[in-house]
């Protein structure tokens, strides 16, 4: 019988950038990716965490910690809605 192998699950945010799907592992630092379709992006996603872990393996290293989240959600806020005294300036997402 051959060695049991462990699944590791990994955080994949994704953001529409200028014309395409950028994703990012908040995990793993520096481990990005992008496509034009989700399915190609969650494609090169694979891609890249396995290269990013591939990396870690060559170096003698562990894993970094996967994920433990069940499900993830978008929660959206309007800066009306949060308190702060007038001399403070809410932080503003430039267009």
């Not at 990012?24 to 965490?49: I, M, S, V, W």
Request: hydrophobic share 40%.
């Amino acid at each position: 019988m051959g060695a049991q192998s462990m699944k590791h699950r990994y955080v994949l945010l994704i953001e529409r950038g200028q014309g395409l799907l950028q994703g990012f592992f908040p995990e793993l630092p520096g481990c990005t990716t992008a496509g034009a379709t989700k399915a190609e992006l969650l494609e090169n996603a694979r891609e890249a965490l396995q290269l990013y872990l591939e990396d870690y393996a060559l170096r003698g290293e562990p894993w970094p910690e996967g994920s433990e989240a069940e499900e993830m959600a978008l929660v959206e806020i309007d800066e009306q809605e949060v308190s702060v005294p007038a001399s403070v300036s809410p932080a503003r997402k430039a267009n």
